[in-house]
């Protein structure tokens, strides 16, 4: 079932979702709030963009224009809509599109930032996939790999362009490793915890392109107090 929710607290924004589907998580407004956007970034793409919650808090940031790529029409139509109902169809541009053929039309150095949350899982004859195809494609490596993400953004970046991504604390050292084999400095990196009692579940990521070693390591984000509410560091981003 379609349903229009609120984003949050972000500028009375709305977004379109599908409650058969896999609506958008908190992860991708922490990535969203998360990579550094400053005055001198003119565009900036989001892969696998889903319903477009990234795209939509980044406008509460940037005036640049941003590039949204869904692979899956359903999801794309979504996020068509959810641009349209707010009004910013003259900032975001959704296409869709497999991101491994669309990146070869680009030349390069096209993009100041790239954001993704990408499939978390890989994919092997262990793996136990969710029934729903969008959730396979959204959750498994089945559609795009690490490694090709980090290819990609290898080309479409601008010199000291930006990665950032969000994914599973045991994929930290691949994460590392395939920025690194395509010329992305891991330059910050965040540890999410669902509770300060409970191990890390998330991490944000940030790599620049040709840059200098050197990793910042942000203060710990907590996103639940003990009761299972929303921390006041997660509250705090929400109004941001």
């Given at each position: 079932m379609i349903v229009l929710n609120d984003l949050l607290d972000y500028k009375g924004y709305k977004i379109y979702q599908d409650t058969d589907m896999f609506c958008f998580s908190l992860d991708s407004i922490l990535l969203a709030n998360f990579v550094t956007i400053n005055q001198n970034?003119?565009?900036?793409?989001?892969?696998g963009c889903g319903n477009a919650?990234?795209?939509?808090?980044?406008?509460?940031?940037?005036?640049?224009?941003?590039?949204?790529?869904?692979i899956q029409k359903d999801v794309y139509n979504l996020a068509i809509d959810s641009v349209k109902y707010n009004k910013l169809e003259n900032q975001i541009k959704i296409i869709n599109s497999d991101i491994n053929?669309?990146?070869?039309?680009?030349?390069?150095?096209?993009?100041?930032?790239?954001?993704?949350?990408?499939?978390?899982?890989?994919?092997?004859?262990?793996?136990?996939?969710?029934?729903?195809?969008?959730?396979?494609?959204?959750?498994?490596?089945?559609?795009?790999?690490?490694?090709?993400?980090?290819?990609?953004?290898?080309?479409?970046?601008?010199?000291?362009?930006i990665l950032a991504i969000v994914h599973r604390p045991d994929r930290m050292v691949e994460i590392f490793?395939?920025?690194?084999?395509?010329?992305?400095?891991?330059?910050?990196?965040q540890f999410i915890y669902p509770k300060k009692s409970e191990n890390c579940n998330l991490i944000l990521v940030e790599g620049t392109k040709n840059g200098k070693a050197g990793i910042k390591i942000l203060e710990p984000l907590i996103v639940h107090d003990e009761g299972g509410n929303y921390s006041e560091q997660v509250l705090k981003t929400f109004r941001e």
């Open positions: 970034i003119n565009s900036i793409m989001d892969i919650p990234i795209p939509l808090v980044l406008t509460t940031k940037t005036n640049a224009n941003i590039t949204g790529v869904e053929n669309l990146y070869k039309d680009y030349e390069s150095d096209s993009f100041d930032v790239i954001t993704c949350n990408p499939p978390y899982f890989k994919v092997n004859d262990k793996t136990k996939q969710n029934i729903s195809e969008y959730k396979k494609i959204a959750r498994h490596e089945i559609t795009l790999k690490l490694e090709d993400l980090c290819k990609i953004s290898k080309k479409l970046l601008k010199n000291n362009g490793e395939c920025m690194k084999m395509n010329n992305i400095e891991p330059k910050k990196i």
